[in-house]
């Protein structure tokens, strides 16, 4: 019954999604399509900015045209989730994650990708990443990038304050830290936090603050569990942390926003995603790239879904009417001669990481990023089967991987960005998204 139900109102749940959030010689290995123009839909961080401008070379190899629309993350996943669930057809490729790739897959919305030349060599793309961006069996995305999170931090100001970041921090020493680093008057702030409201934006932080604090999205029989004493204290711990040593202004700081602020010199401490590195350790687009370093994600109670996995990846809806050119595109931008492009034309630290093992052996890259290996090992080990320490039906660790929670991590980010601005209590917010997600859960038959 439940699946039942699933099935037959996934477009009208993503409908209603929509409407909350607000180098030389690879064409020689690409098959060339008739000419067309085809249309984009990409997120506006560092990685897919340096697609946008290398795609010419593309363009120039095979005649094509590409309408490129870049978007803010929340303003991205509003329009293709618009677009797939409405089956409208503006885009020819879709720039989405792991946790929407295999539900749209399983609905026929996505073009399998399955059948690549060998020339792409596709085991070179990492098992685990490749696992994300399938279903039944068939890939339905190629992985443009793929991280997990880690602890970025200002080695300048550990040293200069006498302290030591812990191979493993906890998160009552990253409070000691960010209290003992912080200089409003000067602008430093001892820790910078997504804060702008979103399911991928605060929430996947949150997420992993929720997990490591024992708490869980749900029980074993789909009960929501968001007013419990671990999401209490969790998310109490970020408001305090927040309104204390953060940034002002928070509730508008996602993660591009917070890597400006690092990379100016602003942030002591910011906990987010693997793929930032690249440009913080960048000296044209940093200001503190000799002075940054990293360490794991912190740990508060249970190590247990600390730190994530995502993979922001290219897909072809099932309306494309290029599906050809798109494919020639997808094969160009996530082949390794593309990696390679990118670091002989703009250096290695900048390349998409997580996604081959060939960019894990070239020693350019390993020379360049020395969080190169660090990266590799925290994608590698996060285990989206078992996210938290209690038992749960779901997998994904800073996401739940069913159809209705880009609708309820919308609705209770806003909740906690409401809490965060003081328009509400932590207390207030939470019960709110309790009673919200219970009716969700209900209405979509997984409770009674």
């Known amino acids: 019954m439940r699946h039942r139900a699933q099935r037959t109102k996934l477009a009208k749940i993503l409908g209603a999604i929509a409407g909350l959030a607000l180098g030389g010689g690879l064409a020689t290995t690409i098959p060339h399509a008739a000419a067309a123009t085809i249309t984009i839909a990409t997120v506006n961080n560092s990685q897919m900015v340096e697609m946008q401008k290398l795609s010419a070379q593309w363009e120039k190899e095979t005649g094509n045209k590409i309408n490129w629309v870049v978007l803010e ?42 059948g690549f030349p060998s020339s792409y060599d596709m085991n070179d793309v990492f098992p685990s990443v490749r696992e994300a961006l399938s279903a039944n069996g068939k890939l339905y995305a190629v992985p443009f990038y793929a991280e997990s999170s880690f602890t970025f931090y200002r080695k300048d100001l550990f040293d200069k304050a006498g302290f030591t970041m812990p191979a493993q921090p906890k998160y009552d020493e990253i409070e000691k830290f960010a209290a003992r680093l912080t200089d409003r008057a000067h602008e430093q702030y001892g820790i910078c936090l997504r804060g702008k409201p979103g399911w991928g934006e605060n929430m996947a932080y949150l997420d ?114 290029n599906v050809a050119v798109a494919k020639s ?64 039906p779901y997998t994904g660790i800073q996401y739940v991987a069913i159809p209705e929670f880009q609708a309820i991590g919308a609705t209770v980010g806003q909740m906690i960005a409401g809490a965060l601005t003081g328009q509400m209590s932590v207390d207030a917010a939470l019960k709110q998204a309790q009673a919200s997600v219970a009716a969700t859960m209900q209405q979509a038959g997984y409770t009674q």
């Open 329 to 392: 595109f997808l094969q160009w931008s996530t082949s390794r001669e593309y990696v390679e492009l990118v670091g002989k034309t703009d250096g290695w630290t900048v390349v998409p990481p997580g996604t081959r093992q060939s960019t894990y052996e070239n020693p350019n890259y390993l020379k360049a990023a020395p969080f190169a290996t660090f990266v590799k090992n925290a994608i590698m080990t996060a285990d989206l089967n078992h996210p938290t320490a209690q038992k749960v």
């Open 208 to 321: 992993t603050l929720v997990n490591t604090f024992g708490g869980r999205w749900f029980d074993e029989s789909w009960k929501p569990q968001l007013d419990t004493p671990a999401w209490h204290e969790a998310v109490n711990f970020y408001i305090d942390m927040m309104h204390k040593y953060g940034p002002p202004g928070a509730n508008s700081n996602g993660f591009n926003e917070n890597q400006a602020l690092f990379a100016t010199g602003h942030c002591a401490m910011w906990i987010d995603a693997t793929s930032g590195a690249g440009l913080l350790y960048d000296r044209k687009q940093s200001q503190v790239a000799d002075k940054v370093s990293f360490t794991a994600a912190p740990i508060a109670k249970v190590p247990n879904g600390a730190h994530w996995f995502w993979s922001w990846a290219l897909a072809i809806p099932s309306t494309s009417k």
């Open 73 to 114: 993350e929340n303003v991205l996943r509003q329009r293709v989730t618009t677009d797939i669930a409405t089956h409208g057809g503006q885009f020819d490729i879709l720039t989405i994650g792991s946790y929407e790739t295999p539900i749209w897959g399983k609905q026929n919305w996505l073009v399998s990708l399955d």
